[in-house]
Each structure stands twice: as structure tokens, then as C-alpha cells.
């Protein structure tokens, strides 16, 4: 017997802007969503029959409506009204909508920032994902592309070692990744924004203050800082790749490297992550 698996669809990169024009200066929205959808949609796999398909690019539209109407707050709370809308139609059970919010900050004038120029942030990208079904919502939140670097208390050393293994073991080395941090909350109703800022605060913080015996290690004392620090969040998943700088050598040149001059290399490298999470009691 063939029978249909488990099956999604839904409009991808959808691209939207918002600028919002106050009588103090204008504030610069930038997007990118994504919608999927989970429900009765086997006919059209199965028989051709489009009855039940909302169309993507209807996806797309309503995704655009809505920064008219719900994005004057956080993008948690516009993905969530964006999800609850396409749950109310009856064929659908799962609706899913991540965000990703795109940095941009007033360009400094004379001191001052400007009403209506911008330049795009370096400082990593606000994501956020929110599940609606008939049982409740759930939002995720988090950040990705957050380039951090520790140039001490960074170390690797104790690994097994076997005919292949060339790493020097060290107690102090360049530490630099790229987080992805990924966390849920308990419950949706809390001001997303100031969470947001306050945990990523909290995550820029330990990475700064600790000693790190791995990147394993690091990313223990930094999720399990966050749990402790923030109670709303119930658990968090992180990704670190291990962005190697080598020590440059360079005897060839009659010249000493003590920590100074590294390559940074971007691949291969350390792929490291996990979920912590708040146990039973």
C-alpha cells in the first residue's frame, strides 16, 4: 500500500519593509517570513483537487496586510496574528510562521542620530517562530548570525589522541563563533521586545565573563545562565560553530608569534550545539 506522509506547504522569503513616519523621525522595519501551512491537503497530492489550497500567493498578500495592521510592536506579536488568521480556515491545523527581523540603526549625525537615514547592523538577525494549532500557541525567538570573539580564557585541551590527530592542545587560544541561539517561552503573553533585548544582553554577557574549557562548555554556562537569568524562557537551543583562527608561524621570517597574527579560516570548521532545557523536579 502507497499512502500519502506527512506533508506541508506554504510561501517562502516573503520580503517586506515597513517604514512607520513620526512627527521625531521614522522607524525602518525590515523582513523576511516565512508561512507554512499542515492540514487537509492530501486531495491535491492524491486527486488534483485544489478545493482546500490557500494559495501561496494569497500567503503573501495577507503577509503584507498584516505589517499594515499588526506591526506596529514585536514581530512575535505579528507572527502570531499572521498564524491565527490562516488557523481560523478549517482545513488547516498547523500554522507556522518564522521571522526574520533584519537589523538596521539611524546613521549618527553630529552626535545625533538622523530622523530618516539608516545603515544595516552587523549585530546579528532577530528570528521568531510561531506555531498555532487548535490546542494553543507557541513562539519561539532567538538570534542568528551573532559574530562574537573571545581573544583569552578560551581552551581545548584533554582530547583523546589517535594516529590522526594533529591539534595542539592549548590553555589559551582565540575563540571566535557564529551564535545561533533559539529560545521558547513558556507563554506568549510577555512584551517579546524587552525579553528579546534582555536576553540577548544576557547572552553577550556570559559569553564575555566566562572561561571557557570548550565550546561545549561555553555553551552550558551561557544557556544555562539564561534559564536561571530569565524565567519565561523555558528551554534554549544553541549552535556554535568554532570559527578556527590559526597562529600564523613565522620563524621562516626570524620572528617570534606570541598570540599576534592569525589566518582566520571560515571552512572547515567545529560545528557544536545543544538544547538546554528546565528539568522535572
Do not use: C
Not at 501551512?37 to 492530501?42: D, P, R, V, W
Request: avoid cysteine; proline fraction near 4%; hydrophobic fraction near 40%.
Amino acid at each position: 500500500m502507497i499512502e500519502l506522509g506527512a506533508n506541508r506547504y506554504g510561501k517562502a522569503a516573503i520580503r517586506l519593509v515597513r517604514v512607520t513616519r513620526g512627527a521625531h523621525g521614522h522607524r525602518l522595519r525590515d523582513l523576511t517570513v516565512a508561512i507554512a501551512l499542515e492540514g487537509a491537503f492530501e486531495a491535491a497530492h492524491t486527486d488534483g483537487d485544489n478545493s482546500m489550497v490557500i494559495a501561496t500567493d494569497t500567503m503573501k498578500n495577507t503577509a503584507y496586510v498584516f505589517a499594515k495592521n499588526h506591526l506596529d510592536g514585536s514581530i512575535e506579536h505579528y507572527g502570531q496574528a499572521l498564524a491565527e488568521h490562516f488557523l481560523a480556515a478549517p482545513q488547516v491545523d498547523t500554522a507556522t510562521v518564522n521571522i526574520r527581523g533584519h537589523h538596521w540603526q539611524p546613521i549618527d549625525v553630529a552626535g545625533r542620530p538622523a530622523p530618516d537615514a539608516f545603515v544595516r547592523g552587523g549585530e546579528g538577525t532577530r528570528v521568531a517562530t510561531v506555531t498555532a494549532t487548535r490546542s494553543g500557541v507557541t513562539v519561539e525567538a532567538g538570534v542568528e548570525d551573532l559574530i562574537v570573539m573571545k581573544t583569552t580564557r578560551s581552551a581545548f585541551s584533554g582530547f583523546p589522541r589517535d594516529a590522526y590527530t594533529t591539534l595542539t592542545e592549548t590553555d589559551d587560544r582565540l575563540m571566535a563563533t557564529k551564535i545561533t541561539a533559539i529560545w521558547r517561552y513558556g507563554a506568549p503573553d510577555l512584551d517579546a521586545d524587552a525579553t528579546f533585548a534582555a536576553v540577548r544582553a544576557s547572552l553577550l554577557e556570559v559569553f564575555a565573563d566566562h572561561d571557557s574549557a570548550s565550546v561545549q562548555t561555553s555553551i552550558w554556562i551561557m544557556a544555562r545562565a539564561i534559564l536561571e537569568r530569565h524565567q519565561e524562557i523555558e528551554e534554549i537551543r544553541m549552535v556554535l560553530p568554532n570559527l578556527h583562527h590559526w597562529l600564523v608561524d613565522l620563524a621562516p621570517f626570524g620572528l617570534t608569534n606570541d598570540r599576534e597574527i592569525y589566518t582566520p579560516t571560515t571552512e572547515p570548521h567545529g560545528l557544536i550545539e545543544a538544547t538546554v532545557r528546565r528539568g522535572g523536579a
